[in-house]
T-cell receptor
Framework: GAVVSQHPSRVICKSGTSVKIECRSLDFQATTMFWYRQFPKQSLMLMAT?????????EQGVEKDKFLINHASLTLSTLTVTSAHPEDSSFYIC??????????????FGPGTRLTVL | QQPVQSPQAVILREGEDAVINCSSSKALYSVHWYRQKHGEAPVFLMI?????EQKGHEKISASFNEKKQQSSLYLTASQLSYSGTYFCGTENVQGAQKLVFGQGTRLTINP
């Protein structure tokens, strides 16, 4: 149980285009989803926290107009990188959390999306 | 504020033991441990909650010293499959929702 999927796993796009990444909780309802960004050999940096049906809470320094997050249902959250530029190239990982899965509210991570902007 | 992990990297031979530490400058409510293999998502190992709990997972266990604001992960008789980068994620207050992750400890197990 507690499986989180992400799509696509890899995406290559041209500078200036927008890219949408989907994060789905497959066998549980995710009351909260998180979006992280990870550069090579570095830690997971939280970008934003989203709760179903409400606006996402962005971390300091993350441009909300550039990284659009939508958490439309208890099983789906999307991250759209608008007008992507080469510096946006990174590994984007989502995670989902639900009080109903276990007693401890741990986060379950998706497999990640490797974004390369040319 | 990001917790500090030590050491940054460890190289072991199969069967040896390792300890990875995670220290915070703030009081902690919980510490979550994850292992990430290259190019993959982090995999949950265990949670330790305020109150000195010790948890175990196969030959991997952990402790939480809330007074010292730190947690330690113990890997006993390491196996090749234990290789990867270990991250601790900390929650400062109950219900904080988000975790702040340390910079990671890269563990390499050689045969």
């Amino acid at each position: 149980g507690a499986v989180v999927s992400q799509h696509p796993s890899r995406v290559i796009c041209k500078s200036g285009t927008s890219v949408k990444i989907e994060c789905r909780s497959l066998d549980f309802q995710a009351t909260t989803m998180f979006w992280y960004r990870q550069f090579p050999k570095q830690s997971l940096m939280l970008m934003a926290t989203s709760n179903e049906g409400s606006k996402a809470t962005y971390e300091q320094g993350v441009e909300k107009d550039k990284f659009l997050i939508n958490h439309a249902s208890l099983t789906l959250s999307t991250l759209t990188v608008t007008s992507a530029h080469p510096e946006d190239s990174s590994f984007y990982i989502c995670s989902a959390r639900s009080s109903g899965v276990t007693s401890y509210n741990e986060q379950f991570f998706g497999p990640g999306t490797r974004l390369t902007v040319l | 504020q990001q917790p500090v992990q030590s050491p940054q990297a460890v190289i072991l031979r199969e069967g040896e033991d390792a300890v990875i530490n995670c220290s915070s400058s703030k009081a902690l409510y919980s510490v979550h441990w994850y292992r990430q293999k290259h190019g993959e998502a982090p995999v949950f190992l265990m949670i330790l909650l305020k109150g000195g709990e010790q948890k175990g997972h196969e030959k991997i266990s952990a402790s939480f010293n809330e007074k010292k604001q730190q947690s330690s992960l113990y890997l006993t008789a390491s196996q090749l499959s234990y290789s990867g980068t270990y991250f601790c994620g900390t929650e400062n207050v109950q219900g904080a929702q988000k975790l702040v992750f340390g910079q990671g400890t890269r563990l390499t197990i050689n045969p």
